[in-house]
């Protein structure tokens, strides 16, 4: 369920986002909205599609091809887990605070601790 999020000031000059379209940045907002009190949810292109774009003519392919793009940024982190994948973001705590968390029913990003970097089994980083 997506719950209420602050979106930083920063996000809108951040030089990592210059390489992203609007419509790729709309995108990371929504997986902000939609992420969970961990920052975690699941990838998966029909699913995020269908809570970002509802009413928006947007192809399973351009979803895709958003996922593969927003993977420049460091601060999201796209990894697998038994056949599935997921996104974290890395930086979550930072900016996120909610009243009353949540434990997230997503794995965590594999061999990741709060103050590790990203494992070889990254997929892709986002952020």
């Known amino acids: 369920m ?31 909205n939609h992420a969970d009190d961990e920052g975690r949810l699941l990838a998966d292109p029909a699913l995020l599609r269908s809570k970002i774009f509802p009413y928006d003519d947007v192809s399973l392919e351009c979803i895709q091809t958003m996922l593969n793009n927003i993977t420049t940024n460091p601060n999201i982190y796209r990894y697998g887990v038994n056949g599935d994948t997921y996104i974290a973001f890395l930086k ?36």
Do not use: H, T
Not at 11 to 23: A, E, G, H, M, V
Not at 105 to 112: F, K, T
């Open 92 to 127: 979550w705590s930072r900016y996120q605070k909610p009243e009353y968390p949540k434990p997230s029913i997503y794995p965590s990003p594999p061999n990741q601790s709060p103050n590790d970097s990203p494992s070889d089994s990254v997929i892709g980083r986002v952020g």
């Open 2 to 32: 997506a719950r209420r999020r602050m979106i930083d000031p920063e996000f809108w000059i951040d030089s990592r986002n210059k390489k992203l379209n609007y419509q790729e940045r709309l995108f990371v907002i929504g997986m902000i």
